[in-house]
């Protein structure tokens, strides 16, 4: 089944320490984000990369970091840096030919201890 | 940034009414995208609008594509419980080689049974 995979589900920071959420997807796709989601903000934009090895800050990049280094998989990193990390992180991708259809994994809920 | 207005924000129907919501902004967009997100999942696509003036159904659900191209709206007819979510508009355009998305803050709708 072709999707989009982030794991894990539910992860809890301690401060200080930096965490990782995982995305994967075996669409193909060219073009992957992450999303921070909070209640009534819909969804903001964190970093993206359009292709292996390249990726931009988004709207709210700061304590964030990601990572490139295959089609598949672009890694988060929340550092200790971000200060109120708590949230609902979302991950979606898009192919070339249909780049402003995003397709969305079933998110991470990270909470701090 | 590009903000796109949504509303409304939240709403309570009986099962059985039609719904509508909408979006609006003061930018041109080239496609007009309509989400549902599930509580604790990730946004699912219900429909891509690509025409100004394309009006486009998906079962009980019809969007249309702003003539002006700054608006969209998204109607549910006969609602049912398994409606209830949150309805993201979200709005596509050319910047620089990248399809930037814009994504609206969300419309919570309930059902009542």
């Known amino acids: 089944d072709g999707g989009i995979t982030q794991s894990p589900k539910y992860l809890f920071r301690k401060e200080g320490q930096n965490v990782t959420l995982s995305c994967e997807q075996n669409?193909?796709?060219?073009?992957m984000y992450w999303y921070r989601q909070d209640p009534g903000q819909g969804l903001r934009l964190i970093y993206y990369?359009?292709?292996?090895?390249?990726?931009q800050k988004g709207d709210i990049a700061e304590g964030y970091s990601v990572s490139r280094e295959k089609k598949e998989s672009f890694p988060l990193t929340v550092t200790s840096a971000q200060k109120n990390p708590t949230a609902f992180y979302l991950c979606?991708?898009?192919?070339?030919?249909?780049?402003?259809?995003?397709?969305f994994g079933a998110g991470t809920r990270l909470s701090v201890l | 940034g590009q903000q796109l207005n949504q509303s409304p924000q939240s709403m309570f129907i009986q099962e059985g009414e039609d719904v509508s919501m909408n979006c609006t902004s003061s930018?041109?967009?080239?496609?007009w995208l309509w989400y549902k997100q599930d509580p604790g999942e990730g946004p699912v696509l219900l429909i891509a609008?690509?025409?100004?003036?394309e009006l486009t159904s998906n079962g009980r659900l019809t969007a249309q594509f702003g003539i002006t191209r700054k608006d969209s709206f998204l109607n549910i007819s006969a609602s049912i419980p398994s409606d209830v979510g949150i309805y993201f508009c979200?709005?596509?355009?050319?910047?620089?080689?990248?399809?930037?998305?814009?994504f609206g803050i969300g419309t919570k709708l309930q059902v009542i049974p």
């Open positions: 990369s359009q292709i292996v090895n390249d990726f």
């Open positions: 979200a709005a596509a355009e050319d910047s620089g080689g990248y399809q930037k998305v814009t």
């Open positions: 930018s041109i967009f080239n496609t």
């Open positions: 669409l193909n796709h060219d073009a």
């Open positions: 979606a991708s898009s192919s070339g030919r249909d780049g402003n259809i995003q397709y």
């Open positions: 609008l690509y025409k100004a003036g």
